[in-house]
């Protein structure tokens, strides 16, 4: 199983908000497992730490808002997009004032420190969270939607579309977050010339410039107007007549608008606060979208916190019941394991189908025939020996007893038919031939039982 990871080092960044125009320095700091993203302001006394998840977003209006307690924090978004693309799950992420510095307006300068820097891989495993089936939201005022559909991996598909005859419909398309740096990083954020002044007048894009911004002259202004607002914006004059991009750089791809909406759902989607496998397709997106979705998304994680493992009955099994036979000393009737899908170093997906020509079933009950509790546990047991048993040698020379049972719980009934699924993982190495585990037993997408167990792995005499 794939581990976390976080930064081997620190990094400062320095430049101006680009809304506040302040100067400003974001630091990056390696963080321990399972802390998640984090951001600190320095600058506030108490130095607040606020969580980077969706529920903390509170504004999305040119940028993602993070708040909690009055503190707030803009302009995350494409520092977010380097970490989420780079594997990274744990950072501290310091800053000493109300935004993230906008830099050349693109996610370039995060991704080449992180490189510089390095990762690494940490204790805990990477809790992934697996689609399954398609979650969609749309905004129907907007027309703006999200959807997600089950993918081996996570990809991300846009498309935008403006009613504008330089800029009006493009697509970006990332299959491998591998490719970010190249494919991605570099697209700067946009916008329109008539959107700077409503800008300016909501007190924002301060910091903005040809520098860290590709501007976009769509609808042609009279000379004069376009020349107040390059005067306010401090830039040179330009011809109101010839429309097109207004920018000190030429573009650096022909649709890097929409690869900047892609690395935009990059960032707001780590924002869920668990990696995803699954293929994001986006019309029309943006910050305010993308928050809606990021938020239904870790609704739909909460009701499916434990996930039951991915089985295809078709794919063949790396122990067959022949080799559990070679392992586990268990025989008929009480062999309650038929397969294993899946084993590592320290967890193991393990098969057993419940069929009615159980032996139990002839007294439990017989008329309403039902898997007692204790025989689940049992099941679960034999899947965890079996973890343990494949990896000593002369393994039938061995037999595992329980020490303790513990948490146990059973949240639905077992019946003829059910499939049961187990999932079992070492909660500490194996010390002294005694193993501590946690088990789940699930039928489809639900876990019908729950417990953690002790036992001792002795050499037969």
């Given at each position: 199983m794939l581990k976390q990871k976080t930064l081997k080092g620190s990094f400062s960044l320095c430049g101006k908000g680009l809304h506040t125009g302040l100067n400003l320095t974001v630091t990056f700091n390696p963080a321990p497992d399972n802390h998640g993203y984090k951001?600190?302001?320095?600058?506030?006394e108490?130095?607040?730490?606020?969580?980077?998840?969706?529920?903390?977003?509170?504004?999305?209006?040119?940028?993602?808002v993070l708040s909690k307690n009055n503190v707030k924090v803009s302009t995350v978004e494409h520092a977010l997009a380097a970490l989420y693309a780079?594997?990274?799950?744990?950072?501290?992420?310091?800053?000493?004032?109300?935004?993230?510095?906008?830099?050349?307006?693109?996610?370039?300068?995060?991704?080449?420190?992180?490189?510089?820097?390095?990762?690494?891989?940490?204790?805990?495993?990477?809790?992934?969270?697996?689609?399954?089936?398609?979650?969609?939201?749309?905004?129907e005022a907007t027309g703006s939607s999200i959807m997600v559909l089950p993918d081996e991996d996570f990809s991300v598909n846009v498309l935008i579309s403006y009613d504008?005859?330089?800029?009006?419909?493009?697509?970006?398309?990332?299959?491998?977050?591998?490719d970010f740096p190249k494919e991605i990083a570099l697209s700067r954020t946009f916008v329109f010339v008539r959107e700077i002044e409503p800008l300016l007048g909501a007190g924002l894009i301060k910091g903005g410039d040809l520098d860290n911004a590709v501007v976009i002259y769509e609808r042609q202004m009279t000379q004069e107007n376009l020349d107040k607002l390059a005067d306010v914006m401090k830039v040179e004059h330009r011809d109101a007549t010839k429309l097109g991009y207004l920018n000190h750089k030429p573009l650096v791809w022909p649709n890097e608008p929409a690869r900047h909406k892609l690395l935009d759902i990059i960032g707001d989607l780590a924002l869920i606060g668990r990696p995803i496998k699954g293929r994001i397709i986006a019309t029309r997106p943006g910050h305010t979208v993308n928050n809606k979705f990021a938020r239904l998304l870790r609704k739909e994680i909460k009701l499916h916190e434990i996930q039951a493992p991915v089985y295809n009955c078709n794919e063949v099994p790396v122990m067959d019941v022949n080799r559990i036979r070679e392992l586990l000393p268990h025989r008929y009737p009480f062999q309650l394991v038929?397969?294993?899908?899946?084993?590592g170093a320290n967890y193991i997906v393990g098969i057993k189908n419940v069929t009615v020509n159980e032996?139990?079933?002839q007294g439990h009950f017989p008329q309403e025939p039902v898997m007692p509790g204790v025989l689940q546990i049992e099941a679960m047991a034999q899947v965890g020996g079996l973890l343990v048993l494949n990896s000593v040698d002369e393994p039938?020379?061995?037999?595992?007893?329980?020490?303790?049972?513990?948490?146990?719980?059973?949240?639905?009934?077992v019946v003829p038919g059910d499939t049961l699924i187990f999932r079992v993982e070492l909660l500490a190495p194996i010390r002294r031939g005694i193993s501590s585990m946690k088990g789940y037993v699930f039928v489809g997408e639900k876990v019908v039982c729950e417990a953690e167990f002790m036992a001792q792995i002795v050499k037969n005499k």
């Open positions: 951001i600190q302001r320095i600058d506030v108490g130095q607040p730490v606020i969580d980077a998840v969706a529920e903390n977003v509170t504004e999305t209006t040119r940028g993602t780079a594997g990274i799950d744990n950072c501290l992420i310091q800053v000493n004032g109300p935004e993230f510095p906008i830099l050349d307006g693109s996610a370039k300068f995060y991704v080449e420190n992180i490189e510089r820097v390095g990762i690494e891989e940490q204790n805990a495993v990477k809790d992934y969270y697996i689609i399954k089936s398609k979650i969609k939201y749309k905004d504008s005859s330089v800029l009006s419909n493009q697509f970006a398309t990332l299959d491998n977050m591998s038929d397969k294993v899908t899946a084993i032996p139990f079933f039938e020379r061995y037999s595992t007893y329980f020490m303790k049972i513990d948490g146990v719980k059973f949240r639905q009934k």
